[in-house]
């Protein structure tokens, strides 16, 4: 009977943090809060709940960005970053996951978010540190060529887009004049480049205004059958498209 209030009390306090949040169910002495944060691969945060005897509690996302990296080959780079986002953040991280211990009932929603947040900036810095994104001169000579075309618009570099998770995006490009918005941003062949470029430009398209979109690679070739994955959300075009061909497709 104890253990069955200790399980039911869990559940409670895992609804009123998924409230708002996403939602919660609960196996064991564990509940599971689906948060709308996500990783570059879309999929979303998950944060473990469970009681302490003495009446705390501890969270952790039980390795899950870990896991992600691992399958994305970029082990190493996200063990470096997960170390200072951990530090910065005031969080624990022993290798594997994030965790907080040792936590009071009303702590619980920020950290959760706190937790989750960590997870996923660190992977997408590892992506990001990984060899999988274009040399800054590819950037510069593209934007370069935008703000030739279209002296009148306004291009901006590394510029930050908020999609419908709320989920802060950092594009290479924006382009910008009175009847026309759009974003532009590098993808290799690397499956980690098609997994980011994919959620992120999936994110801003389910915005309620967005801006047109753009998956800029040196080869479509490089991308192979994933190419429909990020044509989904986006058009993708070659860096060394036509001048004529790039006009057309920027106002198409």
């Not at 709308?36 to 009681?51: A, C, E, H, Y």
Request: proline share 4%; glycine share 10%; net charge negative.
């Amino acid at each position: 009977m104890n253990v069955i209030h200790k399980r039911q009390g869990l559940a409670e306090t895992a609804d009123e943090i998924a409230q708002g949040l996403g939602t919660a169910s609960v196996m064991g002495d564990r509940a599971f809060i689906r948060t709308p944060i996500l990783f570059p691969s879309g999929t979303s945060v998950v944060v473990v709940l469970r009681k302490d005897r003495n009446g705390r509690f501890r969270l952790s996302d039980l390795g899950q960005g870990h896991e992600e990296a691992r399958d994305l080959g970029i082990t190493e780079t996200f063990l470096a970053q997960a170390t200072e986002v951990a530090s910065r953040g005031g969080i624990g991280f022993d290798g594997h996951a994030f965790a907080v211990a040792d936590l009071s009932k009303d702590q619980l929603v920020g950290a959760t978010i706190a937790i989750a947040n960590a997870s996923s900036r660190a992977l997408e810095r590892a992506l990001e540190r990984a060899d999988i994104r274009p040399a800054d001169a590819a950037v510069a000579g593209f934007a370069g060529r935008l703000g030739q075309l279209f002296p009148a618009a306004t291009i901006a570099r590394e510029w930050e887009v908020r999609g419908e998770s709320t989920h802060v995006w950092q594009v290479d490009v924006l382009f910008e004049t009175p009847g026309r918005r759009a974003i532009f941003d590098f993808v290799s062949g690397h499956p980690a480049s098609i997994a980011l470029s994919a959620c992120k430009f999936a994110d801003i398209a389910r915005l309620d205004d967005p801006p047109a979109r753009f998956a800029v690679t040196r080869c479509k070739a490089d991308i192979g059958d994933l190419l429909p994955v990020i044509g989904q959300s986006a058009s993708v075009i070659q860096d060394d498209i036509g001048d004529a061909a790039l006009q057309r497709v920027v106002f198409a």
